[in-house]
């Protein structure tokens, strides 16, 4: 087996009258000399047991050693000539959706992935009221019970179908934002909503994973990908590792969108970030119909604006029961591609037709009919639902451009534009660039990462370089505070306009 | 409070909108400052309570950092303008006794001693039956059992009586012999009297306090003394930075007798250490009467050499019961002097008179009549057990040859010569140059040391330069691995007259 980011096969000298080194002295000194002199540790269990090993492996070992601040921790010892698999467990601590691959250590490949709906959900859908709930007399033992159990529950299916046992599993590695990260580790995140929004703990250290509860090796290391503050996660530096813009000879741009929108530009000399309110739209809270991605909901809207039909696709082909924030994009692309909503953000009845009716004194337009809809509702989106939208994509496109002016730069420059999240991966970008949401750069330029968080928890498994970059890219963030003062509201006063109050930014698109 | 050796008042500038590194983050990074950019570590348990503290210290805090291999500890934070006590607990682990002393961290000042018998004497007297003990199945855990219990019970009434609670203890230091090191941390000793003699660790981790079952502070940490080989424990570390002989301009000597004569001579610039058996008899363990210094034992023998009279002095001043190692020596020196012994170490009927009576073939000499002694019986001393005391003696002084040949260094140069352990409190040098175990180098050089493990091992709770050394003392001993070789039983032989082959080595002894 070739020596993989963290494993090494070691031969040592045996022992005699002239060289009377202890054993676990003996593998760390082998170790050391390997390591350029840094220095290795290793925990007294596994030196309790290491003497009967060198000698029955005849003084070979096949070392697990992971970096740790400081120094290098020898994880575990395995039989040089054993076929045992050596796991490593990448987890993406999602608000709703937690993802789990399972890697061989040794030659980097994966050997299942899985996810599962946060336990937390059943105390509060979104992180704030979890937050809250986290200040209760036992809340936060709840929360993280919850997502603690919920990991076990779901690591002992992993690996059942990956025909390994969880004592297999030597090193995690997990990315999540700043609350879920201090509600997994127990720590409370009561003053990370709280003014001046100052988290715990911004590099969480290196644990036992028997210090955090989970049942996989007692003896392993759970990394917690570190966060440069309250509103910029540990998701986010595992996006940047994925996306390499930290390695990029141009600027590009990572952002990642949810309730809160999140960005990233910069490149090998550089990196700056922000953190802004997008509001809720984009997670499926503001409409009726909104929801989380998932079988049934609607991801792709086309309204063909001669005949004005629509035509609707759900994820899995199922009839539609409601909207994710990307259908809702796509849905607003269209319309006002359609000509079915102004400049303003407003529908236009004229083209709505009988699709727009009046309820409670507000305009909806009818996007499914009652008979197609799983749920034997109309699906419907109000003009409160759609200016929702509108402030939301509003505000995103105002923290790209602000965030390009602070340093200088023409969003026209960037050479990639990286969407994150699950976001990322269902967004259409020609859609987001129609409403206005994200710059009109070329559609060539938008690559989706998929789920970047899990990819960059995951590389940290496998590549020690992946792994000297983390400290690097956290250190090297200039985090910018976004002020919210007469030139950002003038500035998203304009972007809440279809697709801007200045067209010209948006020449490729042309509504109706 | 001044800063001591491992607590240091720090006061950090509150975050705030510009500034809002994480509370964690924002201790450590001051500590950093302060140790020149060394890595801090704290636990999660730590951190989970830090922001409630520091907001309530007003962003104060007096934290105690403890130096592990490769970067700091931060072990506990306390209010800076609090007054509980910040403890440490140093252990001489004992094979025999085991030997506490309370320490409070801040002042370095005494708060309470005490010791104990070492529970592990149930399963054997000496370390050899422990180490047998030790391959049954249970058998370590047994012995681990015992001694952590043991410690436990005695640190609860030590605590006591200093009106602290165990959990104001957050460092341990202990230091003993390599196999009662390996005892305690539950490693197995199988190779330690088994050739090449390997260890399982010379230097083992330091440990969290919850790891090893101590109750004292969960959070604590606990050092324990590096041993340099199986025969050359921690506890003789200790003795060296107790003695000071690793910072002499001279050469000096240290010496601890017990089953093993341990042997360290050096000075700033080398340390050569060596180990070899001395024989039981010192340890009270071959005479019918000999037995560990307690009271009501026979800790000082003169011999009128005119009236032939025994003046017997006891520990404690009761009838005596027995006689321990440093008695017998007296013993042994005031027969020779009054010549009652010969140069051979064989008793002179013509002097000994009616003290001597033949049993078993064997000549005996009764020390304390049946009348005066504690049991109802005589106390004797036979021609056996004086011959073993002339090999324990003759291996002492060969084993002090050998070392000084080997450096080309003469004894009699030595600026100093420590006498540690138990043995050292209780010896009368000049009964020791009598026979011809120890050089006749001038009785102003000897210097008892005490409990020099437990010295030293309380130096490191109070003094970082101790802590500094300990490594370097470590690293620059040389070990000399004594050969029993035709010079070596050549030597052995000559030092078994009284005081020996060339009494002009000895010229302050003169007998009768």
Known sequence: MANSAWIYDISLTPPSLDDNTADADRLLAALRSRFDGALVHADIALIRTLPEQLRRWEWKARCL??????????????????????????????????????????????????????PQLAIGPDILARIHHADRPG?????????????????????????IEPGSIYLVSAAG????????????????????????????PVLDTASIGLDVNPGGRVLIFPNIGSYFGGDLIAGILHSGIHRGEETAILVDVGTNAEVVMGNRNWLIACAGAAGPALEGGVTKMGMAAGHGVIDRVAVD???????????????PKGICGSGLIDLAAQLFLAGMVDVRGKFVA????DRLFTQDGLAHLTVVDAERSATGEALTLSQANLDSLTRSKAAMYTILETLAMTVG????????????GTFGSFIRPESAVAIGMLPDIGLDRYIPLGNSSLNGAAQIL????????????????????????????????????YPHTDPDRF???SPR
């Open 65 to 118: 050693v992971f970096p740790v601040r400081g120094r290098r921790d020898l994880v575990a010892v395995f039989d040089p000539d054993g076929t045992s698999t050596v796991a490593g467990l990448a987890v993406d601590l999602g608000t709703t959706r937690v993802v789990l691959r399972l890697v061989d250590l040794a030659s980097g490949g994966e050997l299942a992935e899985s996810a599962f709906d946060n």
């Open 507 to 509: 020449p490729s698109v």
């Open 177 to 204: 934002n700043t609350a879920m990260t201090h509600l997994f580790l127990g720590l409370s995140p009561h003053r990370i909503i709280r003014e001046p929004y100052i988290p715990a703990v911004n590099r969480p």
């Open 139 to 163: 809340g936060l033992d709840d929360l993280k019970g919850l997502i603690i159990n919920g990991l076990n529950r779901e690591i002992a299916a992993l690996c059942g179908r990956a025909g």
């Open 409 to 420: 730069v023409s969003l026209k420059d960037l050479s990639a534009f990286y969407v994150g």
């Open 305 to 319: 604006a001669d005949t004005g039909q629509f035509e609707i696709r759900t994820i899995g082909g199922l009839p």
């Open 462 to 497: 496998t590549s020690a370089e992946a792994f000297e970059e983390l400290d690097r890219i956290r250190d090297r963030i200039t985090y910018l505070e976004l002020n919210v003062n007469q030139d950002f509201m003038n500035r998203f006063s304009a972007a809440k306009f």
């Open 350 to 353: 004229s083209r709505c037709k």
